[in-house]
């Protein structure tokens, strides 16, 4: 699957990384990503914790603001990641992530008639619609608005599959 998704996005992600540390600082995990200092994922009960410092990712977005220091404008990122979740059908304390970022400035959306938020959503939702079609062929796709830390968008596909299979983004 992970070679799928780098063929679909090698000429606009120059940047993959895989094998990036599981065991992240508990800044990266959170402060780095504007997860609020009440927030309920920071608890012992939904993060494995290391030590008070230290934690294992919760999700690949723990090396977002560390890539974009380094001057990435555009890269993906895929690894396990540990959220403590309880086993039930739809939910495994350790999972698969891939994610991609890329940075947008006034010229990319200036000559589109849009604001930069909204040229940037549609950039997205075109960008996983067409990862969606290149793994899956012509299935039926909606859209769904959600909110977790910042506005979200689901795609929900109306495809059945023998595993889990979760596409979601945000803009940040």
């Known amino acids: 699957m992970e070679v799928l998704v780098n063929v679909c996005f090698q000429d606009s992600y120059p940047y993959f990384y895989e094998f990036l540390c599981q065991k992240v600082y508990f800044l990266q995990n959170f402060d780095d990503v504007l997860v609020p200092p009440d927030h309920v994922s920071r608890s012992y009960n939904d993060t494995y914790y290391i030590d008070s410092q230290t934690v294992l990712r919760c999700h690949t977005s723990a090396h977002q603001a560390e890539l974009l220091r380094r001057g990435h404008t555009h890269f993906l990122v895929t690894g396990d ?41 549609e950039d997205l939702k075109k960008c996983l619609e067409g ?30 599959f023998r595993y889990a299979f979760d596409l979601a983004g945000g803009c940040i």
């Open 131 to 160: 990862l969606v079609q290149h793994l899956f062929g012509n299935v039926e796709m909606r859209w769904i608005d959600t909110y977790f830390l910042s506005p979200t968008h689901h795609l929900n596909l109306r495809y059945i």
């Open 81 to 121: 990641v540990y959220p403590r979740d309880s086993i039930d059908s739809t939910h495994y304390p350790v999972f698969h992530q891939m994610e991609g970022v890329r940075v947008f400035f006034p010229g990319d959306w200036e000559t589109s008639g849009m604001d930069g938020t909204s040229y940037a959503a």
